[in-house]
């Protein structure tokens, strides 16, 4: 057969998604694409092949008998294509170190730290995976992740790594520099949406009975997206401590109040215990966990620094790091 005349690859990975799922919708989730991109891919492959392969009831799927037939063939062939591909990686296996996070955790924790993992193992080639779906370590190719939640996974090694607290933050700028100097000033000004940072626990915490989940305006999925809009002084967001300290050292961010929202999720270190002990494992989580401790003491101090009334400081550059601390 003319290899050329294959469906392409993503049409075909769309499709044996949705079959096994049966929900476009699930499939997408799997995949990082939209439904619509999930129905697309699925409608231009039946195009194509001339046959349909779901039948559709409302939101209901189901296969049709070529449906599951070129489901089951197609799978085969995806199987032998990720084995073949893993037999490739097999080689540098040993060396490879693959990662998975939150993408909010990795671009604004992770990322800015990782260089002096880097530099002190060399023979380590890190590959982070940011994504905001839960792995499973007996599918993926993955040693370990950090995960944001209850702490609950049977079956995997679980470490603490650090604790999170959500408070209120804004650019210094915004409204020409004039901030809301109590809580209840909050609903003068733009309250930026979250599916993740929900405002209600917070206003309970701060005793703000009358005000209401902000209802207009973006809303964003994806935590690191929201600190940047707040930066970009769009309005106010509810951030997270460990993802906000790094811009309020900086000064781009400013905290306002000094009221700290508990939050029921705190980040773990996970990973299977067959690969605790691997070399590469090791290393990764002795660096992690100096690094998780050198942060609490960044944000002790700057605690300390509010407390006592003083402004937190323009951060100075650890030149030996590469980490921000207070001056």
């Known amino acids: ?23 476009f919708s699930r499939a997408a989730d799997e995949l990082f694409v939209t439904h619509g991109a999930v ?3 699925v409608r231009a492959l039946e ?33 032998m294509l990720a084995d073949a591909t893993r037999d490739v990686r097999a080689s540098d296996r040993d060396r490879r170190l ?35 779906a839960l792995i499973d ?34 650019a210094p700028t915004l409204n020409g520099g004039v901030l ?34 902000p209802k207009r305006g973006v809303l964003y999925q994806d935590s690191s997206n929201l600190l940047q809009a707040a930066i970009d002084g769009q309005g106010i967001a509810l951030v997270r401590r460990s993802l906000a300290v790094h811009e309020l050292l900086k000064g781009r ?16 270190l996970v990973c299977p215990p067959t690969r605790l002990g691997t070399p590469r494992v090791q290393a990764f989580r002795a660096w992690l966990l ?3 401790e050198r942060f609490k003491v960044v944000c002790a101090e700057v605690d300390a620094r509010r407390a006592a009334g003083k402004p937190v400081a323009p951060a100075r550059e650890d030149e030996n790091a590469g980490r921000m601390r207070p001056a």
């Not at 990795?106 to 994504?131: K, M």
């Not at 993926?140 to 079956?155: E, H, K, M, S, T």
């Not at 733009?190 to 209401?212: H, K, M």
């Open 253 to 268: 961010l400013v905290r306002l109040f000094d009221i700290d929202g508990p939050s029921p999720w705190h980040y773990y």
């Open 39 to 41: 129905s697309h891919q």
């Open 290 to 292: 100096r690094e998780a």
């Open 180 to 213: 809301p100097q109590t809580p209840a000033d909050l609903g003068r000004y733009n309250l930026l949406r979250s599916d993740d940072e929900l405002w209600r626990p917070w206003f309970d915490v701060a005793g703000l009975d009358t005000l209401t989940e």
């Open 98 to 132: 693959v990662i998975s996070m939150l993408s909010s955790f990795a671009a604004r924790w992770v990322t800015p730290r990782i260089g002096s993992f880097i530099e002190q193992h060399p023979e380590i080639d890190v590959e982070l995976q940011s994504t905001n």
């Open 47 to 79: 195009a194509e092949l001339g046959v349909p392969l779901f039948t559709r009831h409302g939101k209901r799927l189901a296969l049709t008998a070529a449906g599951a037939r070129y489901a089951q063939q197609i799978r085969t062939a995806l199987m």
């Open 1 to 23: 057969m003319d290899l050329r005349q294959l469906p392409p690859l993503n049409a075909i990975r769309a499709f044996e998604a949705a079959a096994r799922h049966e929900s």
């Open 137 to 170: 370590f007996a599918r993926d190719d993955v040693d370990l992740a950090i995960r944001f939640g209850f702490g609950v996974y049977p079956g995997l090694h679980v470490e603490p790594l650090l604790d999170e607290v959500f408070f209120p933050a804004c």
